[in-house]
């Protein structure tokens, strides 16, 4: 299945190492450690939860990166299972982020580099990454 994971640049180069390592659910005030977020939506445009206004550091949508990845499930299947969340609070989650939510997965971490197809920056962005030009 073909999903990306978006990033900030200056997270980039670490995943072009090593691969995406890192990653959490932070749900009112408990973290879950070890979680990639993942979307099925290649846009730049349509990562709301990203930015800024989102309560994250930075713009968290400079680079994407493309996996092909079978072993991610649907976030809610997560949040209505092992998480416990209320439809109530799954509801208001995924609004929080701009989305019904029926875009975004779940992986564990770490993500091989073996699953990452290509890195791309957003087109307002003339970095390079890697080898990758951005």
């Not at 709301?48 to 092909?68: I, K, M, P, Q, Y």
């Not at 209505?80 to 969340?85: E, F, K, Q, S, W």
């Not at 975004?104 to 970095?127: M, N, T, V």
Request: aromatic share 10%; hydrophobic share 40%.
């Amino acid at each position: 299945m073909t999903l990306y994971h978006f990033t900030a640049l200056d997270h980039a180069e670490a995943i072009k190492r090593q691969g995406i390592t890192k990653g959490g659910i932070y749900l009112g005030g408990r973290v879950f450690k070890g979680y990639i977020w993942l979307t099925d939506d290649p846009r730049f445009d349509a990562q709301n939860w990203a930015t800024n206004h989102s309560g994250l550091c930075g713009d968290r949508t400079e680079v994407r990166f493309t996996l092909d990845l079978d072993t991610a499930i649907p976030w809610e299947h997560l949040a209505r299972g092992a998480l416990n969340m209320s439809k109530a609070d799954l509801l208001a989650f995924n609004l929080a982020g701009g989305s019904d939510g029926s875009h975004w997965f779940i992986a564990r971490a770490p993500i091989g580099l073996d699953k990452i197809k290509e890195a791309i920056c957003k087109p307002q962005h003339k970095k390079l990454i890697s080898s990758k030009q951005c």
